[in-house]
């Protein structure tokens, strides 16, 4: 195991287009998001790895001695399988963590026991390392910031085994891996993402580890080789929502109303496929007129999405308050709350921005100005992090 300092990051995720719709097989376009999770592992104190995520106000300690001692041989060296139900609760046991359902402190621990067992003990090694993990995701938004988690404790541990190689030419401050080596950290993060969700569709640690966009369709992902970085605007009205209550009120209006609700999950699918087409051209020469084309894209779809049920007051208050400052917005998500996201063209100025982030904050909702369509997973030298984020990473 290398016995460097390792500062790894990784973007989170948000739906452009294809809520919903996307679960009766149409198409759905993920996008990453530069809002980003960052991982730092370095040499921790003889016979201890200790984790500390300051987000979630947790740093817990275990003595490496007895992980040997608990689990002597590799945890499950094949990244392909799902965890084994005996070895999980096996981690449960050891770590002292309660009873089902575990919140989510308790299933960051897991995930991170899993993979450090697995990935770690490939090698029959077992490394003191003290891991810091800092993030920009709000945790449960929907935004994936347990896959930029997975994906970078994956790349982590890979690359201090000697797995994969560090990417970064001399004199680089950053780096990024080869095709084949985004597969493999994809895999585990994949391990990652089964442990803490149990039945994940794989997008969410795809978009963190590849970055840019991806087209999902009943099961397969494919990655947008041309895609442009968009900017936006991020809000969260804070408003909870159960995802799972959402699809199936989707899913029983649907039975009950075919005929109508079906020509519009088509037409949904179809605004999934534009703007697919109209990311690879903007991608070689963007022009206003395409920033207009996504503007009603955009508006078209959370019109669609309301005539499904998934809307909510607070949604239809943010995109009025954006389009009184002449921005277009869209739920990203579930929907019923939640997130949105608001298109910035290039002739926004950033007067008007910040106009209407205060009004959206006055409504009590919390903004981010950022941009979609980022790199993956990437390896970072210390002087390329914001002092922001080597204070969070050093626990300032």
Same mark, same amino acid.
């Given at each position: ?20 719709? =996307?679960? !009766?097989?149409?198409?759905?376009? @993920? ?32 003595? =490496? ?65 003290? =891991? ?62 089964? =442990? ?86 903007? @991608? *070689? ?34 995109? !009025?308050?954006?389009? @009184?400052?002449?921005? !277009? ?10 997130? @949105? ?7 926004? *100025? ?18 981010? *100005? ?9 390896? !970072? ?16």
């Amino acid at each position: 195991m290398s016995a460097k300092t390792t500062v790894v990051s990784a973007p989170g995720k948000a739906i452009l287009h294809g809520e919903h719709s =996307v679960v !009766h097989g149409k198409v759905a376009l @993920a996008v990453a998001l530069n809002l980003r999770t960052f991982l730092q592992f370095r040499p921790g104190d003889p016979d201890r790895v200790t984790v500390s995520l300051p987000n979630l106000g947790l740093r817990r300690t275990w003595e =490496v001695s007895d992980l040997r001692r608990v689990f002597p041989e590799p945890l499950d060296p094949n990244p392909s399988a799902a965890p084994a139900p005996e070895k999980m609760e096996k981690l449960k046991e050891f770590a002292g963590l309660g009873p089902e359902p575990l919140d989510s402190q308790g299933l960051a621990l897991l995930a991170f026991l899993y993979l450090y067992t697995a990935i770690g003990g490939t090698d029959g090694a077992r490394p003191n390392v003290d =891991v810091v993990v800092w993030s920009e995701l709000p945790p449960g938004a929907g935004l994936g910031s347990s896959a930029a988690f997975s994906v970078c404790l994956a790349a982590c541990l890979l690359l201090s085994c000697g797995r994969i190689p560090d990417p970064r030419k001399e004199g680089d401050d950053v780096g990024r891996w080869t095709e084949e080596e985004l597969e493999l950290i994809n895999l585990w993060a994949f391990v990652g993402e089964k =442990v803490i969700h149990g039945n994940p569709s794989g997008v969410d640690n795809a978009v963190a580890t590849w970055g840019g966009a991806l087209r999902y369709q009943t099961g397969t992902i494919s990655h947008l080789t041309r895609v442009p970085s968009l900017r936006i605007l991020l809000t969260n009205t804070k408003v909870p929502r159960s995802t799972k209550a959402l699809v199936a009120g989707v899913h029983e209006k649907l039975l009950k109303f075919p005929k109508i609700l079906a020509p519009l999950l088509t037409s949904m699918d179809a605004i999934s496929q534009e703007c697919e087409g109209l990311l690879a051209t903007m @991608a *070689e020469a963007p022009v206003t007129s395409h920033y207009a084309v996504l503007e009603e894209l955009m508006d078209l779809n959370q019109h669609f999405l309301n005539a499904l049920g998934v809307g909510h007051p607070s949604l239809d208050r943010l995109c !009025h308050v954006t389009a @009184a400052h002449g921005l !277009h917005s869209k739920l990203t998500g579930a929907g019923g709350g939640g997130c @949105a996201i608001t298109l910035l063209g290039p002739g926004v *100025e950033a007067s008007q921005v910040e106009a209407t982030k205060r009004d959206l904050q006055d409504c009590g909702y919390q903004c981010w *100005e950022t941009a979609i369509g980022v790199p993956g997973v990437t390896l !970072h030298a210390p002087s390329s992090l914001t002092t922001e984020v080597l204070r969070a990473l050093d626990g300032l």
